[in-house]
């Protein structure tokens, strides 16, 4: 994420737009049309409000740095907005707030997405300038010099964070041959030796019209969006497809752990465990899972390791959705007087109950509904449905959406049970704890104190 909008912004959008879309609501109809050169463009309707959101998801992501060179599709976000040969450096920012909207970009592991939130009467202005700046950035050397001088700035601050370390350490940790182990900003002496040429180099090599999808909701006409859409973006020529990353990780065969030292007030873990794909069947079990175990006060962790035991001020989990296998993530902030270890002791205790005993209907069922609720009031404005059309687009495809509600009240509890068994064991486990070190001086401020969920600035 470019600027001073914090990374975690970006880097958690697919966990945050995976509970956010509308289960309950009516289907989505959205027009699909690729153009001659590729390029694919979505258009969903919707004349609530005078507001378009004009979103473009480039199929490039911090999966696709090359070896050495971890960082540079983030940066390359970050270079986008430093000017064309003909626009200035920030001027596309100054001119889409001038009509009274907003605009922004982010990079994941799989995906890097821009997007503008207009009045609908700036509508082809705002897919003009994405046009422009998307597939004309300049790359000016002293300013890619600045901007790749702000990402390490923005690194620093990562590395003082206790629990953004513990999370990159677990992350890197549990891949051994897949590049989702390196942190989406990368790593500090990778970035600050990438050079201008070879960001531009992999720049033209992943921002073409046939790795890119233009999406367009709101306030718009169908016909008018697909107009604009060739009129900007239709006559650029179709270029070579992109590399594919084809690393498949090894299979886990035994625990693994490490020791995280850092400043810090209190200590903390994270356990990871090897899950698959997001197109798997087993993966909406995972994400139930997830929800029974901390989605809310009366979950299983918050009840008995917060409100019961008092072991830990705070928990959660979650599964990460990613185009190939990933990571299904417990995090635990532990209560003073207590420790690490007696935390994650009764983890494993409450992992084991729902490995050895089917939950209860009535914690499927509050689990399910709560989910589906999430899903239902996380589409309540234009720029969030078409991050909905977007993200699921990027990952699978957008029509997922609509079979989501049926998928999730589905899920059985000897599904539940069976993926738990199946995932959440001792060999398949990384486990990254943090031990506190006290601060340096009288009065020294802990980073990473502020709030923000454990290493989430740059998942």
């Known amino acids: 994420m470019r600027r001073n909008v914090p990374s975690f912004a970006c880097a958690c959008l697919s966990f945050f737009l995976l509970v956010s879309v509308s289960l309950g609501a009516e289907r989505l109809e959205v027009a699909e049309r690729t153009l001659g050169n590729g390029l694919k463009v979505l258009v969903m309707e919707d004349h609530s409000a005078p507001l378009v959101a004009v979103q473009v998801w480039i199929r490039v992501g911090a999966r696709n740095d090359p070896s050495g060179m971890s960082g540079v599709a983030h940066l390359i976000e970050h270079m986008i907005f430093k000017g064309t040969g003909i626009m200035g450096s920030e001027e596309f ?17 799989d995906f890097t997405d821009y997007f503008a939130y207009v009045p609908s009467a700036r509508a082809e202005e705002a897919v003009r300038l994405w046009a422009e700046i998307l597939l004309g950035a300049a790359f000016d050397p002293a300013e890619f010099i600045s901007e790749r001088d702000v990402v390490l700035e923005e690194l620093r601050l990562g590395l003082n964070d206790p629990y953004e370390a513990v999370f990159d350490e677990v992350t890197a940790t549990a891949y051994h041959a897949h590049p989702y182990g390196r942190p989406i900003i990368g790593w500090m002496s990778e970035v600050g030796s990438i050079t201008r040429d070879q960001a531009y180099d992999h720049y033209r090599t992943f921002y073409v019209p046939n790795n890119m999808t233009l999406i367009l909701v709101g306030d718009i006409i169908e016909d008018r969006a697909l107009d604009l859409a060739q009129r900007y973006f239709g006559e650029l020529k179709r270029s070579p497809d ?18 995280v030292k850092r400043e810090a007030l209190l200590p903390m873990f994270e356990a990871a465990w090897h899950i698959p794909e997001v197109s798997h069947p087993d993966f909406l079990k995972l994400q139930v899972l997830a929800q029974i175990l901390a989605g809310g006060e009366s979950s299983r962790l918050h009840r008995e390791l917060v409100y019961e035991k008092q072991i830990a001020s705070s928990v959660s989990a979650w599964a990460y959705s990613l185009v190939d296998p990933g990571l299904f993530y417990v995090t635990c902030m532990v209560s003073p007087d207590h420790t690490a270890q007696e935390a994650e002791a009764a983890l494993y205790e409450i992992i084991g109950s729902l490995q050895n005993e089917p939950v209860n209907d009535r914690e499927l069922e509050k689990a399910v509904n709560q989910y589906v609720s999430n899903f239902i009031f996380g589409q309540e404005s234009i720029l969030r449905q078409a991050f909905v059309v977007g993200y699921y687009d990027a990952l699978l495809s957008w029509e997922v959406v609509n079979d989501l509600a049926l998928k999730v009240k589905s899920v059985s509890k000897e599904e539940i049970l069976e993926v738990a068994g199946r995932y959440l064991t001792q ?29 989430g600035r740059r998942r």
């Open 93 to 109: 920012s100054e001119i889409i707030q001038r009509y009274g909207g907003m605009e922004n970009a982010g990079t994941g592991r």
């Open 427 to 455: 060999d398949n486990r990384t486990v990254a704890t943090l031990i506190p070190l006290r601060p340096e001086g009288p009065g020294r401020m802990v980073p990473g104190m502020g709030g923000n969920t454990p290493g």
């Open 242 to 259: 992109p590399p594919q990353v084809r690393t498949v990780e090894p299979r886990q065969t035994g625990e693994r752990r490490i020791e």
